[in-house]
């Protein structure tokens, strides 16, 4: 209080000589009284001038501040703290109207401390005399660092678990690697960095795409930024575009190691260090980036490619928060490509696979061929289904017909399918009924293990006899287009689907109708999402076709006027014409 003492005492000598002189042990007592609550408190006690300058602080508030009393007194409180966030319009507010006010500070002093960020809650009052003239401010703080760095950590934990939800919705949404990589740099942008971008790893051992011995290269395969850096980033490096770093660089190790890097202010000679291509640091100098991270892409042990992210212009650097948060959402992103890259993989070999099957039975239009096929696949390519058609030539002049779905999709759907394929051309080479073919299909399948069933429907045509005879494992009934261009069903017994061992199936035997026109199909054509059955059915019977016309325009009509778009299912659709006598 010594340097105060001018302050509370400044008619000292007037207070000696009056009337008031016998009180002056009472005063005293409670002087010290008074300066041993203010010096002895854990709260920071300051009183300032009108200029806002120290004339008196106590005990605490010089270890709050790390310098001592007489640094601190004259100086003002910018001059003291210079890195506290304090409003100081308010306290001129209370030194004009004398209303006490609160506020709270934050910042850092110069005193030691263990708290990331320090805040006070404060709280200031007009100081005046007797006759009313304004001496200063009164101001008492209490610390809230340690509380408030609790709630500052909260609220982290809170952003980061949000972060990581919303992540899971919005990354991996498709199990296509392209649209995974542009979920996952758009998602950074702009909460995470001021640019995004994924780079895989190309793995090439051979052909123009191989890189020097012992470089890296990684190709860009998407790109998010904010206004401002995308035009310059995607110039030095679009999408496509390949990047290599050789050993020793700080990506090249990132990725060997399995760990994140960064670095927060970089210097020019830091860009030219080698984390990045000579021509590439200048540019990104240039438009202000100033700290990178990258992390790795890893799922298990295999290097995916990398994540990488800057900052610029004023944007500050990366936190160690930051770094664990984008880690999470690297490593989810790492495990969505693995499942991706996989599908994908699989999915160019069902493709194939499908595609030798089907291309098989296929052939160049010609108006005047007895049977014509379409197949098309969904419009969600991920989904690659199990619709398979034949047609085969017995040696005894008749002709067989097949149309198949197998459960399921994917690489297992088009091997059963290649399974069901071959096995009923087998036991059709046998010249066996078509209620056998599928029974002895239905136990060959079975007794295989494979555990994949199948609908199917056999159509056998048999020219000598004038006849057409069906068998029906659990399929959707034949459709029949007559002279007269009216469309019926072919209501033919349906026995269990193939694959479950139990089948028993039976022969219906129609004579054929010159002309005539016979179409077999797979759901896909008719089914509708939450539409029964027989009103899918009923839609063909209504269907508006020129019997007359090529097969493959018949197949087109049929497709115009069923096939929605986008389709939900494979389609697979056989048109056969039956033969004059």
């Keep these: 209080m010594d340097a105060f003492r001018p302050l509370l005492f400044e008619n000292v000598d007037a207070l000696l000589a009056g009337p008031g002189a016998a009180d002056l042990p009472r005063l005293v007592e409670e002087y010290g009284l008074l300066r041993q609550l203010v010096e002895g408190t854990d709260a920071g006690v300051v009183v300032l001038d009108p200029d806002l300058r120290f004339l008196y602080v106590n005990p605490h508030m010089v270890r709050l501040s790390g310098l001592s009393a007489e640094e601190l007194l004259g100086r003002t409180l910018a001059e003291a703290s210079p890195d506290v966030d304090r409003p100081e319009s308010v306290l001129r507010q209370v030194l004009y109207d004398g209303q006490p006010r609160e506020l709270v500070g934050t910042g850092h002093t110069r005193a030691d401390q263990p708290f990331t960020r320090r805040a006070w809650h404060a709280t200031y009052h007009r100081l005046q005399n007797g006759q009313g003239r304004v001496l200063g401010l009164a101001g008492i703080f209490l610390e809230i660092s340690a509380p408030q760095q609790h709630v500052d950590e909260l609220e982290r934990a809170h952003r980061r678990m949000t972060l990581l939800d919303t992540a899971t919705a919005l990354i991996g949404t498709t199990s296509d690697v392209k649209t995974t990589c542009v979920e996952l740099a758009q998602f950074m942008v702009p909460d995470l960095a001021d640019a995004a971008g994924v780079e895989l790893n190309l793995d090439v051992k051979a052909g123009p795409h191989r890189p020097p011995p012992g470089v890296l290269r990684l190709r860009r395969a998407a790109l998010a930024a904010v206004p401002g850096v995308k035009d310059a980033v995607q110039a030095l490096a679009g999408l496509g575009d390949t990047l290599d770093y050789p050993p020793g ?182 010249g066996l009924p078509p209620h056998l073919l599928l029974a002895h299909a239905d136990r060959t399948v079975a007794d295989s293990g494979f555990d994949r069933v199948a609908t199917c429907l056999v159509a056998l045509e048999d020219p000598a006899r004038r006849t057409m005879s069906y068998a029906n494992a659990g399929h959707l009934p034949p459709a029949f287009l007559s002279p007269d261009g009216t469309v019926a069903l072919v209501e033919v017994p349906a026995g269990p689907p193939l694959g479950t061992g139990f089948g028993s199936y039976t022969t219906l035997t129609r004579p054929t109708v010159p002309d005539g026109v016979l179409l077999l199909y797979t759901d896909g054509l008719v089914e509708r999402r939450g539409e029964d059955i027989d009103v899918s059915l009923h839609r063909l019977t209504r269907l508006r076709l020129s019997p007359r016309a090529s097969l493959d325009a018949i197949l087109d009509d049929v497709l115009a006027q069923l096939a929605d778009a986008p389709a939900e299912d494979d389609i697979a659709v056989l048109a056969a014409r039956s033969r004059r006598s």
Excluded: K
Excluded at 269 to 280: I, K, L, Y
Excluded at 360 to 385: M, N
């Design 249 to 430: 660089t700080e990506i090249r190790a990132c990725l060997d190691a399995g760990r994140p890097w960064l670095s927060n202010g970089i210097s020019e000679q830091q860009w030219q260090s080698g984390a990045v291509h000579a021509r590439r640091a200048t540019a990104y100098r240039d438009i202000g980036v100033h700290s990178v991270l990258v992390l790795p892409l890893i799922a298990g042990r295999r290097p995916l490619g990398t994540l990488s992210l800057v900052r610029a212009f004023d944007s500050p650097g990366f936190t160690v928060d930051d770094v664990s948060v984008a880690q999470d959402l690297a490593h989810r992103a790492a495990r969505a490509l693995e499942r991706a890259a996989l599908h994908t993989r699989e999915h160019s070999m069902a493709l194939e696979l499908q595609h030798a099957l089907l291309t098989e039975t296929t052939a160049p239009p010609d108006p005047q061929a007895r049977t014509a096929f379409r197949y098309l696949p969904a419009d969600d390519v991920a989904l690659i289904g199990g619709d398979w058609f034949d047609r085969l030539q017995l040696p005894d002049g008749r002709n067989l017909l097949v149309i198949g779905d197998v459960m399921g999709h994917g690489v297992e759907a088009a091997v059963a399918m290649s399974h069901y394929r071959s096995a009923l051309r087998a036991l059709a080479m046998a």
